[in-house]
């Protein structure tokens, strides 16, 4: 039986985009390899944009899961600003850094939320 059918999809959009925050950490860290298979596409299901369907909801979330990991290594300092955007003037470049990482995955995760881009 899919978990779908025994859980509502989540309708508030800042619970789904805390419990896609999570799912994104548990993929990045490896734990997700424990798993049973289906549970992360039926999480998915449930909390993305139903309009997100297949591949382009798996897409979606790889997207996403690569952009918060990036966004992580920058506020861990495993990536400098120079690997995100050398070409930076700006006076505190390290911020600048944090807030692009942060912003796209912020954009990545509102796709999720919202189906479009």
Same mark, same amino acid.
Do not use: H
């Given at each position: ?8 999809? $989540?309708?508030?959009? &800042? ?8 799912? +994104?950490? $548990? $993929?990045?860290?490896? &734990?997700? +390899? ?21 591949? +382009?909801?798996?897409?979606?979330? &790889? ?12 506020? *861990? *300092? ?6 995100? *955007? ?7 470049? !390290? &911020? ?6 942060? !912003?796209?995955?912020? !954009? *990545? ?9």
């Amino acid at each position: 039986m899919s978990v779908t059918a025994i859980r509502p999809p $989540v309708t508030d959009t &800042e619970v789904r985009a805390g419990k896609l925050t999570w799912l +994104a950490g $548990v $993929v990045i860290s490896g &734990e997700v +390899a424990t798993w049973p298979r289906g549970v992360v596409t039926d999480d998915l299901r449930l909390w993305a944009d139903p309009s997100l369907t297949g591949e +382009a909801l798996g897409q979606q979330f &790889e997207r996403y899961a690569d952009a918060e990991k990036l966004r992580l290594d920058v506020e *861990e *300092e495993t990536v400098t600003w120079q690997d995100i *955007e050398p070409d930076l003037t700006c006076g505190d470049r !390290a &911020e600048a850094a944090r807030k692009i990482t942060a !912003a796209n995955a912020a !954009a *990545e995760l509102d796709v999720l939320l919202r189906g479009t881009r």
